[in-house]
């Protein structure tokens, strides 16, 4: 890997910076000052800038039980961002693969790897989110049949794509779609004349938010959780 590549990937900083703290002699590799950006590095050599060394972060992938009032951005707004939650280097890196209003609670999926989170959004992979919905008013009869078909959204041409629903009581029932437009869950049951109250997302694909997760705390994916994401297409 390039030495500019490598300092960028490892601090955040850009390209002209990284070769600015080269020119500067802020750089050194194995204890030797190098100022060539182009320098290649071989995986047992140590760069440091400015006498702290630097290592690469690699991909990250995350799972947040995402609580009440908590932003999916990367800065704080109305409310704090979900980002404070983390205990993690280069926070900047990360974005999420599928986000929640404020007032929706459940699964996060939280990674640097644009690649596996296009996997998890892209409607083309039919990637299944599963909600539990809490209703103001008893579900109308005919629901289950108009989800199976596609509910017409206000202001969308495109009817949305079939969604499993499954009755729990009169105002609980268990939803599964395969795309995310805005606020779709509200949206669709909007459309049958009702009103969400709480909404809460229990997985994504063959990702099961751990109930061992208090709201607030999170974990990595294991290995096989992340792979269920590729294998899912």
């Keep these: 890997m390039r030495l500019d590549k490598f300092i960028c990937e ?9 070769k600015r ?24 050599m140590q760069v440091t800038l400015e006498g702290e060394l630097l290592s690469l972060v690699g991909m990250r992938y995350i799972m947040l039980h995402k609580p009440l009032e908590t932003l999916c951005s990367n800065v704080d707004e109305v409310y704090p961002s979900v980002l404070n939650l983390l205990d ?10 599928g986000r929640l209003d404020a007032d929706t609670t459940g699964l996060l999926l939280i990674t640097d790897d644009g ?27 005919e629901a289950e049949q ?24 009169a105002t609980e ?4 779609i395969t795309e995310g437009k805005y606020h ?25 938010l751990d109930e061992a997760l208090a709201p607030g705390e999170w974990r990595y994916l294991t290995d096989a959780e992340i792979a269920s994401v590729d294998q899912s297409a």
């Excluded at 490892?10 to 990284?18: D, K, P, Q």
């Excluded at 779709?184 to 009702?194: D, E």
């Design 88 to 97: 993690e280097p280069h926070i900047e890196r990360l974005h999420f693969a």
């Design 173 to 176: 029932v268990v939803l599964t």
């Design 115 to 141: 690649q596996w989170s296009h996997k998890v959004t892209s409607p083309k992979r039919e990637c299944g989110k599963r909600y539990r919905v809490w209703l103001a008013d008893p579900l109308c009869d």
């Design 21 to 44: 703290a080269l020119k500067q002699g802020d750089i050194a590799v194995d204890g030797i000052l190098v100022k060539d950006a182009g320098f290649k590095l071989h995986p047992e």
């Design 146 to 169: 108009l989800f199976t078909e596609g509910v017409a959204l206000n202001g969308e041409k495109e009817l949305t794509r079939p969604a499993t629903l499954e009755r729990v009581s």
């Design 10 to 18: 490892a601090t955040g900083l850009t390209r002209n910076l990284a």
């Design 184 to 208: 779709q869950v509200k949206r669709m049951f909007a459309a049958l004349g009702n009103k969400v109250t709480d909404l809460h997302r229990e997985a994504i694909g063959e990702i099961e």
